[in-house]
């Protein structure tokens, strides 16, 4: 949708596509995040309530550096000006989407709350959304709920089947006692935090590069998630680092898979694409670098609503 908006008002197409990609990954920080659930899945005792409030912080940071950076380049490029902000279009368009944006507040707030576990408040999530959709929008024909089920199943599937398989390669992982391994070949390297950190964000941003996001967390949460706990790092803070790396990758050639869909939707290269996305590229790892050593980015929200007991 968004693309050929911006086409269509004179951005760039190339441009238009850059924005559209980079800005997706705060929705991966931005709960509720189902990513952080399968994380939270790999890492054993991790609050999943911590772990949405870990990433509201990092996700607004995220999205307001790339708006700065935005801005600059659309008035050093001339770009349109869009309409002014009104606040009766604004609150219109809230009213509209009152029903829809309850279906976030039943999933976030009951879980952080305490009212629902993360499997309760997406059943009840999911019967909300159906009434939602069918009785009160009604954009969608009761007819194709059958179709809609059979895709959500075929999709399911082949998601339990990846977290079947990578549970079962972690446990080959900890038998052979590679994170042991992997943990006395870092510290060999260096026993400063700091250092460590850069080696394990250099690993995730290489292997977002070429590999599943969710095989990914899956497999080398429980490797690298110790070595994390043994410099003193937070499993919220860990996983918010995890996902923030691995969103980045999905916008890195050679594998990137949102990549691939900007190309589908725009008509673009993948080479003129990820040419346009070096600048956002250099802004998404300054916000990872602060949200790697400023811990409290990431832990103030859920320390101070959901605070350990």
Do not use: C
Not at 118 to 144: C, D, G
């Amino acid at each position: 949708m968004l693309i050929p908006m911006m086409e269509k008002d004179g951005y760039d197409t190339d441009f238009a596509t850059a924005v559209t990609l980079s800005s997706s990954v705060q929705g991966i920080l931005i709960p509720p995040s189902h990513n952080m659930v399968i994380y939270a899945l790999a890492a054993g005792s991790v609050s999943i309530g911590r772990l949405f409030l870990g990433g509201m912080v990092p996700g607004i940071i995220l999205g307001v550096a790339l708006m700065i950076f935005s801005y600059f380049v659309s008035v050093k490029r001339n770009y349109p000006v869009g309409d002014k902000f009104n606040l009766l279009h604004f609150l219109r368009s809230a009213g509209s989407s009152f029903w829809g944006l309850g279906t976030v507040v039943i999933v976030v707030v009951g879980v952080v709350a305490g009212i629902f576990t993360a499997t309760e408040s997406a059943a009840i999530a999911v019967l909300y959304a159906f009434l939602v959709t069918f009785f009160i929008y009604r954009e969608i024909p009761l007819k194709e709920v059958f179709g809609i089920l059979y895709r959500s199943v075929k999709t399911l599937s082949v998601v339990m089947i990846v977290v079947a398989m990578a549970t079962a390669f972690g446990w080959l992982v900890s038998y052979l006692q590679i994170p042991k391994m992997l943990t006395d070949a870092i510290f060999s390297f260096s026993t400063n935090k700091f250092v460590i950190l850069i080696i394990m964000n250099i690993l995730l941003l290489f292997l977002g590069a070429f590999l599943n996001m969710v095989s990914i967390i899956l497999i080398m949460t429980p490797i690298l998630l110790p070595i994390a706990q043994t410099i003193g790092i937070d499993p919220v803070h860990f996983g918010v680092i995890m996902i923030l790396n691995l969103g980045i990758g999905l916008i890195t050639p050679p594998v990137g898979t949102v990549l691939y869909i900007g190309s589908a939707v725009s008509g673009l290269s993948i080479e003129k694409i990820s040419k346009a996305l070096l600048p956002f590229y250099g802004v998404m790892i300054l916000v990872l670098l602060l949200v790697t050593y400023v811990p409290q980015v990431v832990m103030f929200v859920p320390d101070l609503l959901m605070p350990l007991k």
